[in-house]
């Protein structure tokens, strides 16, 4: 139904970024809600950042004025935007779809990434 391919994950010095990206591939007329969830070690997975259809986004609060999330709807892709690292963002990072339309008045279920490691050292 959709597939989530991610890209852009690595090593980074703290202070440094990186640009995550997922590419939605696969049979659906929209989706409503794309982002990323991360979970570090020993850790419960968490949101990150979030954006709808209608550009509308929201971020932890840890992360806020350091990354930006941005999507093309046409191209059924978003991407994340790290800046300013720090050691504490260490962890794979998740892109998942939410609210996919499939067919008109059918819906799916959340559809998850492979999922791509982050880590930042200090």
Request: glycine share 14%; proline share 2%; with cysteine.
């Amino acid at each position: 139904q959709v597939q989530l391919v991610e890209s852009g994950g690595g090593l980074v010095q703290a202070g440094g970024s990186l640009r995550l990206s997922c590419a939605a591939s696969g049979s659906f007329m929209s989706i409503n809600y794309m982002g990323w969830y991360r979970q570090a070690p020993g850790q419960q997975r968490e949101l990150v950042a979030a954006v709808t259809s209608g550009g509308v986004t929201n971020y932890v609060d840890s992360v806020k004025g350091r990354f930006t999330i941005s999507r093309d709807n046409a191209k059924n892709t978003v991407v994340l935007q790290t800046n300013s690292l720090k050691p504490e963002d260490t962890a794979v990072y998740y892109c998942y779809a939410r609210g996919v339309q499939l067919t008109p008045g059918r819906y799916g279920n959340t559809y998850w990434g492979q999922g791509t490691q982050v880590t930042v050292s200090s």
